[in-house]
């Protein structure tokens, strides 16, 4: 019996490849296992090889694992683009239609089931995906039942006939397998799971839901992968609360749409990816300038340009914090988990609009488009603060010879009260002009350096929770090890292997990109000898942002990946022997 | 009631004297007074050039925003608070330029604000370039040997992308001109008024005496119907698009905001933010 195996079907784009995918992972998930799993895929809809790895274990998973166990093939490309994953002894399905055939040289086993001709019996080819799952559970020893709910749950409204029918391929692929390989094969048995209930939910999912359960009322968006399952979820859900989603013409109107509503008190969002934060640029600008809350997410995608769409990429990074012109303070924040991305989506809400300012929420690819198993989230944690977001209606009269209301008072903490448009004695001018205290243009010296101060000084005081996720449990570490995003997984899963070889190894993953938690992480490269950072992109952004802040240049050494595929364990493990 | 008097506050505008501009903020204020709004009702939104400031001269909420984006600004501010009147406003450079992208689909979308461009027909916060609204020939700073691009027929172009509402009219007919802004309010949709404002800095040819010369009131035209489509298209194409009045009303089409599926009638500003926890756990429930 074993704890944990990987699985991979792969076909051609449209195929249905997702979908199978989805129904095995949702019906594992069900009887408690932790599911895993990436998407390899490409910009198109119909054609090219697509495919569906997915890891299945008897505890918590964030990483895609170094090989695979079983591979189902509804095309020869996918085998001999896939076949070298497998481990030893490991099996592959193949459509008989296509004749499978594997290297010689590989000691794989390879079994030829007629998945499309069964499903054509049954009624339609387009049932050569249940099959393949009924051919999956014989291998794993999971009784054909384990799918009975998902399959009636996806098919209900097609009526009990498809349902029926679908099992009956499920079964017989499941037969069939049987038959060929005589029974049950060793070394794919898994140990029961906990059975207990959780997610299977990807972060743009978890993001959405956030943003749904702090408060979010309208969105502007445009569409853009890997970020659009943000936009479609609000569409779903928004007006079950009486809110809405536009979607926009451009990118540019999305965010600048966003900020008109959330200067007019609607806790309203975008989100994009590169080429749409590219575009959102000077609109970051002018919620900086006008001190208007905004929350902005940034699925990363592979760069520059239209780069990679479709693949992970960590290349975002100083774009985020330094992008749009002149100065103003924002904050960019890094879930690192799928958990972490949902209490991410609600405090973003709050710094927003309590610093009132820009809120840059960051993810990668692999992070919102990954899809796992998710422990049921804390409703307790959910809380909505608006800072000094005036909640009256009427406000008391000014001393302001026009009546105008001190939108842009200076403080001590650099933030101002805030009305909102609307409310008696509330009127004011905003504007990305510099601006006196009622927002009326100002070009006076005076007045331009206690207002650039006051915006900036709003940052000085922020509180976040857990700006590094640390795991230190040595006092003098060889290595230390930092990533942020969707790293973690594979981090946490490389160092107990580095450990085993003898090294002593601290992990921080960075949850707060900007303004950088500079004490903390000098605390943590105190205590290792070696710091190593790990990163998709070519330049190595996050070693950059820690020597300027941090210093001890000598430590730092860079563990890149940019070819568009997220990091394995094994990767993260050798690259590291060789830098120490 | 507040008079037009109330949406007046001291700052002096920054505009050259005879400016056209001066007159459609009066106009501005003379119509939002006559709707019967008070000056915390209403929220105007401008884009940048000498136009863009307008959103400072009016005692109401203001906001002045970036470069070509006053309408998504003035969007968001609408479906945030529909009880909020919402003007959009800025130059022919804002809107028919940079903005034009957010102009064309504001006019399809049709969400319940009033635009109202101050076109000129030339850039003059940056010294006398060539506009969109130029007219072929026009010599300017950037087009030193005349404009050889052809002028966008702005008011052709909102009808056939949808338009509910398309107006125009010249700055110095303040009468006319707050009438036609009282019905852009009062039209259940997105209404676009372009405003004849001349420079008298840098654009020497479109002159008011050009204007007056040139533009046809539609009050003149015999039985013109607004509300057909066709004649406003042939009635716009036979004047070169120089006219003045209201051009064309669909007084049936329902606004966005009365469109969008699930939208709540209550300003969005003023809705509970918080959720319930049975409601978290019937959607936590849906991914599981």
Known sequence: ?580 | MATFKDFRNSIKPNWCPGCGDFSVQAAIQRAAANVGLEPDDLAVVSGIGCSGRISGYIKSYGFHGIHGRSLPIAQGVKMANRDLTVIASGGDGDGFAIGMGHTVHAIRRNIDITYIVMDNQIYGLTKGQTSPRSDVGFKTKSTPEGSVESAIGVMELALTAGATFVAQSFSTDLKELTSIIEAGINHKGFSLINVFSPCVTYNKVNTYDWFKEHLVSLSTIEDYDSSNRMMAMQTLMENKGLVKGIIYQDKVKPSYQDLAHGYSKEALAKVDLNLPEEKFNQLMAEFM
């Open chain 1, 1 to 580: 019996m074993i704890d944990q195996l990987s699985w991979k079907v792969g076909g051609q784009q449209g195929e249905g490849i997702d979908s199978t995918g989805e129904i095995f992972a949702m019906a594992l998930n069900r009887q408690g296992y932790y599911l895993y799993s990436y998407r390899h895929f490409s910009s198109r809809i119909k054609g090219g090889h697509t495919n569906n790895k997915i890891r299945v274990s008897t505890s918590e998973t964030r990483s895609i694992s170094d090989d695979l166990d079983i591979l189902i093939a509804f095309d020869q490309e996918t085998i001999d683009v896939n076949v070298h994953e497998l481990r030893d002894g490991g099996v592959v399905i193949g459509d008989s239609k296509f004749n499978p055939t594997v290297p010689e040289d590989l000691n794989v086993r390879l079994y030829s089931v007629p998945f499309t001709e069964i499903a054509s019996e049954l009624g339609t080819s387009l049932m050569k995906n249940m099959v393949a799952i009924g051919a999956t559970s014989a291998v794993l020893g999971l009784p054909v039942e384990s799918y009975l709910e998902v399959v009636e749950e996806i098919f209900a409204r097609k009526g009990a006939k498809v349902v029926e029918k679908n099992m009956e391929a499920i079964q017989k692929g499941a037969d069939r397998f049987n038959e060929l390989s005589g029974g049950q094969i060793d070394g794919f048995q898994l140990n029961k799971a906990d059975g207990k209930k959780r997610m299977f939910m990807i972060g743009n999912d978890a993001i959405a839901l956030g943003f749904v359960a702090g408060g979010v009322r309208f969105m502007s968006a445009y569409p853009i992968t890997p970020a659009s399952e943000i936009m479609e979820y609000l569409i779903k859900k928004l007006p079950e609360f009486g809110g809405t989603v536009i979607q926009t013409e451009d990118e540019i109107a999305a965010c600048t749409m966003a900020i008109g509503a959330n200067y007019a008190g609607v806790r309203t969002i975008t989100s994009s990816a590169g080429p749409g934060l590219s575009l959102m640029m000077e609109a970051l600008g002018l919620s900086g300038m006008t001190e208007v809350p905004l929350v902005v997410v940034d699925t990363q995608r592979g760069g520059p340009s239209t780069g990679l769409p479709t693949k992970q990429e960590q290349s975002d990074l100083m774009a985020m914090i330094y992008g749009t012109h002149g100065e103003i303070p924002k904050v960019v924040m890094a879930p690192s988990t799928v958990e972490e991305a949902f209490y991410d989506a609600v405090e973003a809400l709050n710094i927003a609009e309590e610093y009132q300012i820009p809120v840059i929420l960051l993810t990668d690819l692999q992070l919102s488009l990954g899809k796992q198993s998710v422990e049921p989230l804390d409703y307790s944690r959910v809380e909505i603060r608006r800072g000094k977001l005036n909640p009256k209606e009427e406000l008391p009269d000014t001393d302001d010879k026009d009546g105008y209301f001190k939108r842009y008072e200076v403080t001590e903490d650099g933030i101002s009260p805030r009305v909102i448009p609307g409310m008696k004695n509330g009127i004011h001018h905003v504007t990305g002009v510099e601006h006196d205290e009622t927002g009326k243009p100002s070009e006076v010296a005076a007045n331009r350096q206690k207002q650039m101060d006051k915006r900036l000084r709003k940052l000085q005081n922020l509180r976040f929770n857990v700006p590094v996720v640390k795991q230190a449990p040595h006092e003098e570490a060889d290595i230390l090890l930092v990533g942020f995003n969707s790293t973690r997984g594979v981090i946490e899963e490389a160092i107990p292997r580095l450990e085993a070889d003898g090294l002593k190894v601290n992990h921080a993953h960075i949850r707060l990109i900007h303004p950088f938690p500079a004490d903390e992480m000098k605390s943590m490269i105190d205590k290792a000898k070696n710091v190593i950072v790990v990163e998709n992109n070519a330049t190595g952004q996050l070693a950059n942002i820690l020597k300027m802040n941090v210093g001890q240049h000598e430590k730092i050494k860079n563990l890149l990946k940019y070819d568009g595929n997220p990091f394995l364990p094994s990767e993260v493990v050798m690259k590291c022997k060789e830098l120490v």
